[in-house]
């Protein structure tokens, strides 16, 4: 899963990248040095890993990750906007998190003056939409130029360009498979998930609830404290974190909500002596599961053979598992559920 950090300069953006990827990263990196995004990698806890680790003792263990992409700001000058080399980036992300400033700095003073975590939503998801506009019409006037405003193309295009311009974004609308699959190339910013992060003041460390609601899919920390407890011991940061009435750290309340809102589930494979975990999005089906993991999976598949992780822990053996009839022979239109444990059969 690669996720997109996006926001206005000074937002706290890129203290948000180093609290999830436990990386140092300068906040003033794209300033001083033109440096076009900063990239890090977590591995996604998961209790249930833990447990097959201890019942298959695999060599290797493999966790699902989160790759985080931390882009420049959106320009507030004449013009505004993404640049070009943001944009290309942001496009090949699969979900965004809006970093939205909620605290006040005098020392760091929001770029237009303003804290409104409303009008910053709002202003993001204009950029995004504008970005997506442009590229349309691009390629609406290559098609025009072809002769082929008849075409599916076209006219699925004209109805993006039409959602757009009435202020929707196209992640807002409905789609069929088929039409997913022919806008995928487009890298469309406004299709995306976007995940709402309220970058909180230390003066309301445990944010506004009042503000949350009125915000879909919006979870809220402060970054600048939260970096701080990554950088402690880890009993340190359990003490740390019960002082402050603090649930759980920044990190985990960010995959936890991330794998919620953006329909996330994880599977299991163990093979060759490697126990791993992988994320796909809910009702994704056996076919295209196995396609997440090598494309001849996909293309050769015979069967999955499947054990549901509730059943196999109450009895960890898979050979028990098939005498109760719980490990199951499963075709290309099964579709996976959160905890599968699965082995494909494929031929290529």
């Known amino acids: 899963m ?4 996006i926001g206005y300069p000074l937002s706290g953006k890129t203290t948000v990248f180093n609290t999830l990827t436990g990386l140092h990263a300068r906040t003033d990196s794209f300033i001083s040095s033109g440096k076009e995004a900063n990239v890090g990698l977590i591995k996604v806890p998961d209790t249930r890993l833990d447990r097959l680790t201890e019942i298959f003792q695999p060599k290797k263990i493999t966790h699902a990750e989160i790759s985080f992409l931390d882009t420049a700001g959106i320009t507030t000058t004449s013009g505004g906007g993404f640049d070009p080399n943001t944009l290309s980036l942001m496009r090949t992300v ?9 605290f006040i700095a005098e020392s760091v003073t929001h770029p237009l003056n303003r804290i409104d975590s409303l009008g910053d939503i709002s202003g993001i ?3 995004t939409k504008l970005a997506d506009l442009i590229v349309i019409e691009k390629r609406q006037d290559r098609i025009a130029k072809e002769g082929k405003k008849s075409s599916p193309e076209y006219e ?6 039409m959602l757009l311009d009435g202020g929707t974004a196209l992640r807002d609308s409905s789609f069929t498979e088929d039409e997913l699959k022919a806008l ?3 890298g469309f910013l406004s299709l995306k998930p976007r995940l709402i992060l309220l970058n909180t003041g ?3 460390i445990h944010g506004d609830p009042a503000l949350l609601e009125r915000h879909r899919n919006a979870i809220s920390f402060c970054a600048k404290v939260e970096q701080q407890i990554t950088e402690l011991e880890p009993e340190e940061q359990k003490d740390f974190l019960e002082v402050l009435d603090i649930e759980e750290p920044a990190r985990d309340k960010f995959i936890r909500t991330a794998y919620e809102l953006l329909n996330l589930i994880c599977f299991f494979t163990v093979v ?3 126990l791993r975990a992988w994320t796909i999005h809910r009702g994704t089906d056996a076919l295209h599961a196995a396609g997440k993991i090598h494309s001849d999976m996909e293309r050769g598949f015979i069967r999955a053979e499947v054990v549901a992780f509730s059943d196999f822990i109450a009895e960890p053996s898979l050979v028990r598992m098939k005498e109760l009839g719980k490990l199951r022979l499963e075709g290309k239109n099964y579709i996976v559920e959160d905890g599968d444990i699965i082995k494909f059969r494929f031929n290529v």
């Open 2 to 5: 690669k996720i997109g950090l």
């Open 94 to 102: 699969e979900a965004f998190t809006y970093v939205i400033r909620d």
């Open 125 to 127: 998801d204009e950029e």
């Open 156 to 161: 699925l295009l004209e109805r993006c360009r």
């Open 184 to 186: 995928s190339g487009f």
């Open 202 to 204: 230390e003066e309301k």
């Open 272 to 274: 060759s002596d490697e």
